[in-house]
């Protein structure tokens, strides 16, 4: 059953549409990749879902109950979020800041049961070593890493409130290193595997497409195809939209697409008309 | 293969528990060290000035005023001065300084900036203009004889009525829709403070000479009004900022974040900030109010903590209140022993400690990012 529906979500400002007519459901224990180019509403269509804005039409649904309705603190216990943003104003240390992510929806847990809470994410993400350093004299990646175990606390807090969670992570591994990529990636599966909804914007197709239960396809606002990866994913496809020709096969055992992308076409002014056929799956 | 040694989650956990448990000890410490610093220099003021009394004669009168000493100490000289000329100006100080000094932390932590200051943002220049009118359009605004005799008792009203006013303006200016734009807001700030610094300089241009004199002194900043009458006006505007602490620090720190993520992690942004902006403007207005106005000390006082205990508001707030509290008393009795048996405006002091402080603060701008 699905944790959060989106309807018809459309959001303009100043006369340009940046998601228009979108769909989705997230459901129980899947994991959900959103991909496209540059500018395709990606961010646009994660803040909708995650209720940071207020879309223009349309609306998001969490089990029956309009995103508006929710206060933000019930709002807060049943969604954790990761944003591009890693600034932080002051020096806080790492340990403090994954705190953070208890903040709004642990103040009722005790002392110990933070600690507990904290020290969790913090392996989860693989950062415990740096929890006495402070933030901004990490690297970008290991930011990223801390706002991960951030958003883990967040999650594991708000489930003695709410079961039925969802994960947003918006590029969460764009400065990460391989190993950390596949393991953050793994740990956000793990949570899916726990009956949470996880959704994940992405570039990297090939990982998209490895860790996908559900893959996103957007372009232009738009969602122009959604479903199983190797279901939906075409040569068609990924040249309208991503504007490059792709080696396209498929590995065995399993037959798993895997995408080699070989050269670039002339990129798309904005407002270009692709014709692309909707496709779903 | 592994190649990194890694620690059973246990191992990690205790780790963690242990580097809490120092952060933890640490802000004890602190915490003690200030309140210990913070009640030696109450002492010291209350026998400091131009009639010097030991420090041990001082705390004789208390005790005695407590009822555990002889009463008839309480009969001299030295007790009139301590319990009814120092103690409320050692009490107003004591209030203004935590005022101010939390005012500063509020604002930084609001606008995500270690620059940040009731100062900078223009509430204490509306305030200054507001007390301004009253000192020099009083008479002519408010016609009743009642205002004519009295334009230092409209005073404190129009600062505190001004300081509100420019925030209110602020914050309107700044909002869109239900959401405050802090760099809006920081360049409204700078532009309203221009503005009512203008309209102060014309009061000054078009006052007399008696009007002028008031103006200059009230501007430098002052606590020799003090009284207990004044003490009684002020402290129920600035004691419940004290007590609002704990319900904004854990929104403060979640904004540190940004705002969105601040509103994801479930704080009520908008509620938070328009209470903090509310208790800024009553806390500034009732100090420019009270005591003129005292620059410097909200960007000196946090800073400081932040430097010594880290940016947890936990602890932040209600250190920069006593730290603050400190300050202001320590600058006081500077105040009135440099120039015995004058007193310096205590402007003057505050200024001359934190001028040079902020400079550093700003030569050493490329450790900025960790203040």
């Given amino acids: 059953m699905a944790i959060l529906e989106s309807i018809g979500l459309s959001f303009s400002v100043r006369g340009s549409t940046l998601v228009r007519d979108a769909s989705l459901a997230l459901e129980e224990g899947a994991m959900t990749i959103v991909v496209g180019p540059n500018g395709a509403g990606k961010s646009t269509l994660l803040k909708l879902l995650t209720g940071e804005l207020a879309p223009s039409q349309g609306a998001v649904r969490m089990d029956g109950a309009t995103l508006p309705q929710i206060p933000a603190w019930e709002l807060a216990c049943r969604r954790a979020v990761m944003v591009q943003n890693q600034r932080l104003a002051f020096p806080f240390s790492v340990y403090e800041v994954a705190r953070l992510g208890l903040e709004g929806v642990g103040r009722a847990q005790s002392r110990a049961r933070k600690g507990e809470i904290i020290a969790q994410a913090l392996e989860t993400a693989g950062v415990v070593g740096l929890a006495g350093r402070q933030y901004q004299t990490l690297s970008g990646g290991e930011q990223q890493r801390v706002q991960f175990a951030r958003a883990l606390c967040q999650l594991e807090a708000g489930r003695s409130v709410a079961q039925r969670q969802i994960l947003f992570l918006d590029e969460p591994i764009a400065s990460l290193d391989l190993c950390h990529q596949l393991s953050l990636l793994d740990a956000a599966r793990s949570i899916a595997a726990q009956g949470a909804a996880v959704l994940v914007v992405l570039h990297d197709l090939n990982l998209a497409v490895t860790y996908a239960d559900r893959l996103v396809v957007m372009h232009e606002g738009a969602i122009v195809a959604q479903g199983e990866p190797s279901a939906i994913l075409d040569d068609n496809l990924l040249r309208g939209v991503f504007r490059v020709s792709l080696s396209f096969s498929r590995l065995p055992p399993a037959g798993q697409p895997f995408l080699l992308p070989q050269q670039h076409l002339t990129p798309v002014q904005p407002g270009g008309v692709v014709p692309l056929r909707a496709v779903s799956g | ?371």
């Fill in chain 2, 1 to 371: 293969m592994t190649l990194a040694v890694k620690q059973t989650p246990n191992a990690s956990a205790a780790a963690l528990a242990v580097l809490a448990e120092g952060r933890r000890r640490k802000g004890v410490l602190a915490v003690a060290a200030l309140v210990g610093l913070c009640l030696l220099l109450m002492l010291l003021s209350l026998g400091a000035g131009a009639f010097a009394i030991a420090p041990g004669r001082v705390a004789d009168i208390l005790m005695a005023k407590l009822g555990f000493g002889p009463a008839d100490l309480l009969d001299s000289r030295e007790a009139l001065v301590v319990l009814n000329i120092r103690m409320p100006r050692l009490l107003l100080g004591a209030l203004v300084g935590a005022g101010l000094a939390i005012s500063g932390a509020l604002m930084q932590g609001l606008f995500r900036n270690p620059l940040a200051d009731p100062g900078l943002v223009g509430v204490s220049a509306g305030a200054g203009l507001a007390a301004a009118t009253t000192i020099v359009l009083g008479d002519r605004l408010f016609l009743s004889t009642f205002a004519m005799k009295l334009p230092f008792a409209l005073l404190p009203f129009g600062a505190f009525f001004g300081g509100l006013v420019s925030t209110l303006a602020l914050y309107l200016i700044a909002t869109r829709q239900g959401r405050t734009s802090v760099a809006t807001m920081l360049l409204a700030g700078v532009a309203l403070g221009a503005l009512a610094g203008s309209l102060t300089g014309l009061l000054a241009f078009i006052s007399d000479d008696r009007q002028l004199r008031d103006l200059t002194f009230w501007s430098l900043g002052s606590l020799g009004g003090a009284s207990w009458t004044k003490l009684s006006a002020v402290a129920p505007i600035v004691l419940p900022l004290l007590f609002a602490v704990p319900l904004l620090a854990r929104g403060l720190n979640a904004l540190m974040l940004g705002e969105a993520e601040a509103y994801h992690l479930g704080i009520p942004v908008q509620r938070i900030k328009a209470l903090a902006i509310l208790l800024v403007a009553l806390a500034v207005g009732a100090s420019v109010a009270s005591a003129g106005v005292i620059g410097f000390v909200g960007i000196v006082v946090p800073h400081l903590i932040r430097l010594s205990i880290g940016p947890d508001h936990r602890l932040l707030l209600p250190l920069s209140a006593i730290g603050g509290a400190a300050l202001l008393v320590g600058a006081d009795i500077i105040a009135r022993l440099v120039v015995v048996p004058a007193e310096l405006p205590i402007g003057i002091v505050t200024a001359f400690i934190g001028a040079p402080f902020f400079l550093w603060l700003l030569l050493r701008r490329g450790r900025i990012a960790e203040l």
